[in-house]
């Protein structure tokens, strides 16, 4: 009951988006236009496919549209982690790309690297705090997995720091943490709507021309380019770039390779001097606990905590909608599990609820292709980690575009880049699997981590799907 009494005043908005900054929204297309490049989408991979391809060539005639406005959808909502990992984690990668991870985890790095500098170049005030990220253990064989994964990293010349319960509530203070691994310079903290809308203003002062409230309808082929269709008027572009993730593709043919799975987070409101005291993080990293329905968890600039995840919710036929952000059982889980993690915080409130749709692929990264003889390309599935890697995807999607693909970039001969994941099945085989497999994980947790025969298989599938 005391938990839900903590949420009776969250507002049922992103935290995110009701910073006062917020920049009003620029005119929808109106009639047709011309361009060079036509990227649609305005979250961070359309954003950066404009940014980088305006850089690269500042004569490039770019024009972007978005549906609703720039960074509303995931790029507004998200925790703010920006991981360098393009692989949806170290584990990931290495059982999917073994001989390549080494090149993969270089090439985040310098993703990273690439984000961070582009912050610093266009002035984006986003909240970035390179602090980096730990994986916390809260029950036994979790510790056991976490050494493992140190082991395992360390064989790849990279260094994790395994930190022991003592080390680990030095750090942060629960009485739930039995250890930790902390990645203290792979993953920084941000603002996440402050970097969407930073990245539009770059955008913009570069001469990419923005739609917002302009949806795409429609793609064809057009002459020697492509058409695109809004509702009130045409884009006709040499190329186009899709960064629409989430949304349904206007390639009908990558729909069954992607869903959408919503997740779930709260904020509190900030915690007094005495209430930080008590859990200390002066270090500022970010969290995430290790079980298969995790939890992340990370201090906002003005000391909130954002505590989010756990429940990962496909609704059958696999719809985006409005009333989906909003899941008052999950709220309630969430906050209970919240003050079990931090009982030292009883009677603090939170002020805001609200969900997202995430754009998970059955191998949990990104994947990229071209259609309509290379005019255009995508990237999409990127699981949850597109703060980061959809920086890298829209470099990818360029030098598709700009037929690197014979050259064979150092991106573009990627098995990563070069390969797909498997699709899923479609209803009721897909929900239905997804729900068998929800519970299996859950069961899981409860159970020492134990796969059951159900989560063997699409193991070795490759399809090991957590949440």
Not at 399 to 404: Q, R, S, V
């Amino acid at each position: 009951m005391e938990s839900a009494r903590a949420l009776s005043d969250a507002r049922p908005t992103p935290f995110w988006l009701e910073d006062p900054g917020r920049p009003a929204a620029l005119p929808a297309l109106v009639g047709d236009t011309t361009c060079d490049l036509l990227v649609v989408g305005g979250g961070y991979s359309g954003l950066w496919t404009a940014l980088i391809a305006k850089e690269r060539d500042p004569a490039l005639d770019v024009v972007l549209v978005e549906g609703h406005e720039v960074g509303w959808a995931a790029s507004g909502r998200n925790g703010g982690f920006c991981a360098a990992s393009l692989t949806h984690g170290f584990g990931n990668g290495l059982e999917r790309w073994p001989s390549e991870l080494a090149q993969l985890e270089r090439l985040g790095a310098a993703n990273l690297d690439g984000i961070e500098a582009t912050l610093k170049r266009y002035g984006i005030d986003a909240e970035w705090e390179r602090t980096g990220e730990i994986d916390v253990a809260t029950q036994p064989h979790q510790v056991e997995e976490l050494h493992e994964v140190a082991e395992a990293v360390a064989r790849y010349g990279f260094d994790l720091t395994v930190l022991d319960a003592d080390q680990l509530r030095a750090e942060v203070n629960s009485p739930t943490f039995l250890g930790g691994l902390w990645d203290k310079d792979g993953v920084a903290m941000v603002h996440p709507a402050k970097l969407a809308w930073g990245l539009k203003e770059a955008c913009l002062g570069l001469g990419v021309r923005i739609f917002e409230h302009t949806r795409a309808t429609e793609l064809r082929e057009h002459g020697g380019g492509m058409a695109a269709r809004t509702p009130y008027g045409r884009v006709f572009a040499r190329r186009v770039a899709l960064g629409t993730n989430v949304f349904p593709s206007l390639l009908k043919r990558v729909r069954p390779y992607v869903v959408p799975v919503y997740d779930y987070a709260l904020m509190t409101e900030p915690l007094s001097d005495e209430q930080l005291a008590s859990i200390g993080w002066r270090g500022r990293q970010g969290l995430g606990d290790s079980a298969n329905k995790f939890h992340y968890f990370r201090l906002s600039a003005d000391n909130r905590i954002l505590w989010g995840g756990y429940d990962a919710v496909y609704h059958y036929g696999g719809h985006v909608r409005h009333e989906y952000d909003q899941r008052p059982e999950t709220f309630r889980t969430l906050a209970n599990h919240f003050f079990r993690c931090f009982p030292q915080l009883e009677g603090l409130r939170f002020t805001n609820a609200w969900g997202g749709a995430i754009d998970t692929c059955s191998r949990f990264s990104a994947f990229f292709d071209t259609a309509y003889r290379g005019k255009v390309a995508y990237a999409v599935g990127y699981t949850g980690l597109g703060v980061g890697a959809t920086r890298f995807g829209a470099e990818v999607m360029l030098d598709l575009l700009a037929g690197e693909r014979t050259e064979r970039t150092e991106r573009t001969s990627l098995d990563m880049v070069r390969s797909k994941p498997l699709p899923f099945p479609p209803e009721p085989v897909r929900w239905a699997g997804i729900e068998i497999t929800t519970r299996s994980l859950e069961h899981a947790d409860r159970n020492g981590g134990h796969r059951n025969l159900w989560l063997r298989t699409l193991d070795r599938l490759g399809l090991g799907f957590d949440s």
